[in-house]
């Protein structure tokens, strides 16, 4: 048998006279198309991104699990990044920046970066743990507390670099850096503002080439030669204050291990640094469009040129952050409380901040079946249509226009007015509970204004010995409030009630709360108020320690209910509803 096979096997060629197989596949690689180069948009991430694609759904599905690349090497507990309305984790980025043009330029994808680095060392050193730290050490009113707020978050921001420039990721927070500078600089305020102190002073702080904090403040601006429109003459003493902090910063809090330690030591430091800078811009405004400025310029229109100083301002943000809404405000209450001799104070207070969507929507369908069960129906019917049911009475058009028909509805009405009040005072700001409170609230009133137009949803809480009484949902929109003080109970029971007295329906309040009263009237004249008055009054225990479970029984009676986990409050709204006014009043 021949075993010689070399005959027989088949001898490559090259495709082209002239040409070997290596010349063959070296154009081939030239002509595959490695990355997408973008002209004029020159960026760090150019080095690096290569899953790029013109389709808007792969592109941002890339860039999305580029993003997460970034984020894993960062630290441990960064977080997971997710796009904004497209499911809820840790890091939320906001894609409307880089959408229009794909791929998308690495100028833009630097600047993103950048942001998901901050958003995972924000994770990573707990900031808001930090913050609730640092606001419990002060005693500020909110007049006051909105530009501790913004002072502590441009601090955190400064901490943030100063760790992001220890590695690489510090060249994708400088390009988020001055983006957000610029959108920061207000050139219509007039110095000195605090939004343009904050802005020039994270520039300086948290500059990666040279140590430009320990060096004077010098205007390099165009305002330098501007006389009193001049920043140092503003701003070099309050950012030498701010400078100070940079060395702890970066030497001491770095080297502390743990990271609960690390809140309270920025905590600490942030208070101190504070106390020194309050009393430079203890009245400065935060930019032009600050809410109390506003406020002052429609007083003064409002009264024609005659002064009048302004009190505590009766202002509430609207859905865009900044606006005002004016209100009225009332007179302030007095009484005499019976549980100590201290008189309190009972104001409205109108300065919220916006609230995160804790609304548990399993829940609010258990709630909204319960209350649809005790609702009135009430049929409503649309007469003269071209289609639907056939309405008797319109029989006679059908020759003519042919509107016989009709369609019917149903609509679904509580008979009494419902108010809710919760109790957010200084016991709710423990670690979760406020969150859970929230969770429960929130439900409860969208449950209960599907079938009540009058519905309210209040808060009370205690700020420099007055008693504040805060509306959380107007025009679509729930607020939130900082939990903080003493608990009066009792006042804002006989407060509420005294408001609603003149509406014709019954009114229900449901109280909620975590502990018993500890400050003004006892509870007791509240309960008297109600029979009086033909009011129901139903309290929720939520969250509370057995001593608390004991001191709600002996103030409320039969008047309190605890909800332990958040599945029982359908039943026990279903059972309290059907049973009626003996439930709640007697």
Known sequence: MNTDFSKKTPIKTPPFPGRTMDDFSKAVDDSVIQCFRIKGERGYSEFWRRDKSPVETLELANLLRSLRKVVSHIGRNAGTVS???????????????????????????DKLVGEAVWRAYKNIEMSDYAKKLAIAKIDLSYRYLYKFELYFDTCEKVYFDCLSNKRVFGIYTEKSREQDIIKSLDVISHPPALAELFSIWWDIAADRTAPRY?????????????????????????????NSMIPPLLDECSKISGVTERCEFRAKLYVVTWEKLFAYIKFWAVDSKDIFLQARDHEKHQLKGIKKSLSIPQLVFSKQHGKVVEKEPPKPKKKKPAVDSSIVTVQTNHIVLPARDYVNKKLLQDLSVVFKSVAVRKSIYNRGLTSGGIDRRRLYRAQTTGTIFNIKKNEFNL??????????????????????????????YLAVSKFNKNAGLFAYNEVRNTCLITELYRQGTFYNIQPHGKTASGEIIKTMIKRVKSRNKKPIFIHITDGASNWGCPVKEAISLCHKNRALLLTLGVNCSEADTKLLEEEYGKLVQFVNRIDMLPALMRNLLNRGKRTFSR
């Open 214 to 242: 320990l060096e004077d403040y010098k205007d390099t601006s165009v305002r330098s030669k501007m006389g009193d429109s001049a920043l140092e003459k503003y701003y070099t003493k309050p950012i030498k204050i701010l």
């Open 415 to 444: 008979l009494n007015d419902i108010t809710i009040i919760v109790d957010a005072t200084g016991s709710m700001a423990a670690t979760n509970k406020w969150e859970h409170t929230q969770e429960i609230f929130q439900t409860l």
């Open 83 to 109: 796009w904004k309305d497209t499911m809820d984790s840790e890091i939320i980025i906001d894609p409307a920046p880089v959408m229009g043009k794909y791929p998308v330029p690495a100028a833009k994808t």
